[in-house]
């Protein structure tokens, strides 16, 4: 079957990084989303990875390894309006996205 | 910048009901999705549309049936409400062959 693993909750400090893990064993792969989603709200992009590597955005960087089916999410400078959750999804060969459940960041002072 | 609009914010139905969520996109996407969302599970597909009049189900279609009369609007519809369909409900609409999702507000659904 497929599947995605994240860590269900981290908490980090104001002005720290942290870096959220993303697993997945998916039928095909056409590349990786994050997307973030404060409480009560509708998930917003973030970042698309499709080749191995890093790709940096401001703040936020996301990295992929296809051969060990691996992405994470690295928030630096982190803010309190980081606080949310972040959700890791792969698109299979079907073009489907599946969706990892989610990952809640707690931010503290 | 793509807008997806759900036509309710809030909702609060009855056991047995028929209840209609409309989703409206303005950028001309091919592709349109109902998810649903409950805590511990992550996003769910219920059904989804390449294109006018085409639907396939998703993971969990059972209990729900869906429209598309107009590429803009993808309709679900919960024939007859259940308790277990309390959830949170997203519309996402994508241009093909598979682009970023974009999301509506979401639509909190409650069945009392």
């Known amino acids: 079957g497929q599947n995605i693993d994240q860590p269900t909750e981290m908490t980090a400090t104001e002005g720290a990084i942290v870096q959220i893990n993303c697993t997945y064993q998916?039928?095909?792969?056409?590349?990786l989303f994050w997307y973030q989603q404060h409480a009560g709200e509708a998930p917003t992009f973030l970042s698309y990875n499709v080749l191995d590597g890093l790709e940096e955005k401001g703040r936020f960087s996301s990295f992929l390894s296809r051969s060990k089916g691996y992405s994470y999410l690295l928030l630096k400078e982190l803010q309190m309006k980081d606080s949310a959750s972040y959700l890791c999804?792969?698109?299979?060969?079907?073009?489907?996205?599946?969706w990892g459940a989610g990952t809640k960041l707690i931010i503290k002072p | 910048d793509v807008k997806v609009t759900q036509s309710s914010r809030y909702l609060v139905k009855r056991t047995g009901e028929k209840v209609f969520l409309e989703c409206v996109q303005d950028?001309?996407?091919?592709?349109m999705f109902w998810y649903r969302q409950d805590p511990g599970l992550g996003l769910r597909l219920i059904y989804f549309s390449y294109d006018v009049k085409m639907k396939e189900k998703g993971d969990i279609p059972e209990g729900y049936s869906v429209s598309r009369e107009k590429k803009e609007r993808f309709s679900l519809i919960l024939e007859s409400a259940s308790t277990n369909q309390t959830s949170m409900y997203l519309c996402a609409s994508s241009p093909p062959p598979g682009g970023g999702y974009t999301f509506g507000s979401g639509t909190r659904l409650t069945v009392v």
């Open positions: 950028m001309d996407h091919e592709n």
């Open positions: 998916t039928s095909g792969f056409n590349g």
């Open positions: 999804a792969v698109r299979d060969s079907n073009y489907q996205l599946i």
